[in-house]
């Protein structure tokens, strides 16, 4: 058989959508634009189309921000790396992603010097590295049920060096993720969600008022703090927040049932505070809430509901007396999920 001529490979045949007859005419910058308003799955089916569509796919004023979302299996999860090594590099400032891996993390830090907001989301944190991150990120949310163990050591080594925004989304916060987390220095948002607590036993992965008042200590630069579920939260806590966070802007706490009328005055410190959520459950009376939002002079938005004591009428006392406020009666950490 030796002898025998082999047959040529068959050609993949070059598919012409009807498209790319009709817009030949269309000068690049016109279909770079046409290509800006197509979502991420359409941009790479239209790059299979013709060469020329291939080549202008990978202009980077396409690749800017960037989400990458929905369900991938995880022998696809190659195919979402492919896809970042193709279009991702120089120019992506925000990148939204539901799976990724330890090599899609060191491509973005090697690759893409001005990542400055980064979304993680999915089961894939359990088996990342987070140490690979880029560390010139400046936003960055972590979204997940299962995370690696230890993993806020990876973000307090001094690799996150000029970060401002933190979002967690994760079940197991201890004292000890506080304290990490509490170097952070440069935080100016910090929001951790579904911080369950209500057996104080950091075994069961869990954070104590003693981690939060070493956390709100520490981050004196705060604009924005978001907790949800603070059950274990006194009055001590305010003091601290009312003490060392005078910068703070917006402060949002989740069901603070442990807060008295005594805790909710430490706040009459937080002349910058624009917004207030004390979120459900807060046994304050009306005449300390009307007392401390009197107090503070900055404050724009008051977001609280069931609460034990304060009802309609005073909420329309608070109304009157300060008309500049607008308040609120209903849950706001609805908006605020991941």
């Known amino acids: 058989m030796s002898g025998q001529r082999r047959s040529p490979r068959l050609k993949a045949k070059v598919f012409t959508h009807p498209w790319e007859s009709g817009t030949a005419i269309l000068p690049d910058e ?118 690696a163990a230890n993993w806020y050591c990876s973000l307090t080594q001094g690799l996150l060096y000029q970060i401002e925004k933190l979002e967690v989304f994760c079940p197991h916060i201890t004292n000890n993720t506080l304290g990490h987390l509490a170097t952070l220095r440069t935080l100016k948002s910090l929001q951790l969600v579904s911080c369950r607590s209500s057996v104080v036993d950091e075994s069961e992965g869990t954070y104590t008022e003693r981690g939060f008042s070493c956390l709100v200590e520490q981050l004196t630069e705060l604009r924005v703090l978001r907790f949800q579920q603070c059950s274990q939260l006194s009055d001590t806590a305010f003091y601290r927040i009312g003490s060392s966070l005078t910068k703070l802007e917006e402060l949002t706490l989740h069901c603070c049932c442990n807060i008295t009328d005594v805790g909710l005055k430490h706040l009459k410190n937080l002349q910058s505070l624009k917004i207030l959520d004390l979120g459900g459950g807060s046994p304050v009376s009306p005449e300390a809430l009307m007392g401390v939002v009197h107090e503070l002079k900055s404050l724009r938005e008051l977001w609280i509901f069931d609460t034990d004591y304060i009802r309609q009428q005073h909420i329309d006392e608070i109304k009157i007396n300060e008309p500049r406020l607008i308040v609120h009666v209903k849950d706001r950490w609805d908006s605020l999920q991941f």
Not at 43 to 51: E, P, T
Not at 53 to 65: E, I
Not at 80 to 85: E, G, H, I, P, R
């Open 30 to 147: 016109s279909l770079i634009s046409i290509f800006s308003f197509l979502p991420i799955k359409s941009r790479c089916r239209a790059a299979r189309v013709s060469k020329r569509w291939n080549t202008l796919m990978k202009d980077k004023s396409l690749w800017k921000n960037v989400s990458i979302t929905g369900n991938v299996k995880n022998r696809n999860l190659n195919k979402v790396l492919l896809f970042v090594q193709t279009y991702l590099s120089d120019n992506l400032e925000t990148l939204v992603l539901h799976h990724v891996s330890n090599k899609i993390l060191q491509h973005l830090t090697k690759n893409c010097p001005k990542l400055a907001a980064l979304s993680l989301k999915g089961k894939d944190l359990k088996t990342t590295d987070l140490a690979f991150l880029p560390p010139h990120l400046m936003e960055l949310r972590l979204v997940s049920y299962q995370f």
